[in-house]
């Protein structure tokens, strides 16, 4: 469902013009999850931020669906934004102020895609059905992490996208936060590209690549 052809992006610093994507290739499945990996600044971010419609490449295509994402209308990358994708990052990106509820169903609203019995078996699956009437501030790291993968999910998105989503947790809650993040994903009927430093997560999801000087280099082992 993703197709990403020769990709590259620059961006101007003041010791001049640094390449950060000098021609990606990759391809992702309808259901399938791929990792990619990459050290601290090889463009993993950056890569997500574009397929995320966030930012405009310099060159090169992105498809989803056989479908140019570059060339689309701000209004049309709202749109998927909205209704395409779901996102989850290491640092949550709560709204503070909205109860777990709230932030679980957040999502799904602004797509036009609330399904009640579908959030409140989130809820439950995700360990959040007894909090829901409380505030992120008054969660654990893990909890956070369980509710925006929740909020991410809730409009059944074609896409996930996922930076470093448990790079704040402890291995063994890694693994599990994972674990049911990858189950719901098949759930919900979504692909899901992740970026990840460890070798030990990525070997969970079915395809592994690694991003090095710009280029995706190999399937990493």
Known sequence: ?????QLCKS????????????????????????????????????LLHLIAGLDRADSGRILIDDEPLDGRSETALARWRRQGIGLVFQQYNLISSLTVAANLAFQARLAQRHDRAWVDYLAERLGLSTLLQRYPEQLSGGQQQRLA??????????????????????????DEVLALLL?????????????????RLAAQLAQ??????????????
Do not use: W
């Not at 592994?208 to 082992?221: F, I, K, P, T, W």
């Open 149 to 174: 993968i929740g909020r991410a999910l809730a409009a059944r998105p074609a896409l996930l996208l996922a930076d470093e989503p448990t790079g704040s947790l402890d291995e063994a809650s890694s």
């Open 11 to 46: 961006f101007t610093t003041a010791q001049g013009t640094l390449a950060v994507l000098q021609g990606v290739d990759l391809r992702l499945a309808h259901g399938s999850s791929l990792a990619l990996m990459g050290e601290s600044g090889s463009g993993k971010s950056t």
């Open 1 to 5: 469902m993703l197709v990403v052809e």
């Open 208 to 221: 592994r690549c690694l991003l090095h000087n710009g280029r995706v280099q190999s399937e990493a082992r």
């Open 183 to 199: 189950q719901l994903v098949a759930e919900a009927g979504s692909s899901v590209l992740m970026v990840t430093h460890s070798r």
